[in-house]
């Protein structure tokens, strides 16, 4: 399983925007659907989106359709979350993963919003 470092968080207002990235490391990055999940306080991780390893194909969570842009750059190794028109029940940590997801996670990062 590669290792997986995720970046990009902060505190944003209400409306705001913010750009997650998780950067792979090992592994073959290009063979697998990458996919972002988050866990809200008291709360336990949920899928948010995912895209497919050569089609970019997309899929999303319904509560963030419309909203995030998830994306990859396979030379890159990376896969980044957009997110656009934030709300405060957007507010969480959020982790990239392999879909299915591996056992082992990274440390993620914290997304608070503020309204």
């Known amino acids: 399983q590669a290792q997986l470092v995720e970046s990009g968080g902060g505190l944003v207002q209400s409306g705001g925007s913010l750009r997650l990235s998780c950067a792979a490391s090992g592994g073959t990055f290009s063979l697998y659907v990458m996919a972002w999940f988050r866990q809200a306080p008291g709360k336990e991780r949920e899928f948010v989106a995912s895209?497919?390893?050569?089609?970019?194909?997309?899929r999303y969570a319904d509560s963030v359709k419309g909203r995030f842009t998830i994306s990859r750059d396979n030379a890159k190794k990376t896969v980044n979350l957009q997110m656009n028109s934030l709300k405060p029940e957007d507010t969480a940590v959020y982790y990239c993963?392999?879909?299915?997801?591996?056992?082992?996670w990274g440390k993620g990062t914290l997304v608070t919003v503020s309204s």
């Open positions: 895209v497919s390893p050569s089609t970019r194909l997309t």
């Open positions: 993963n392999n879909y299915p997801p591996e056992p082992n």
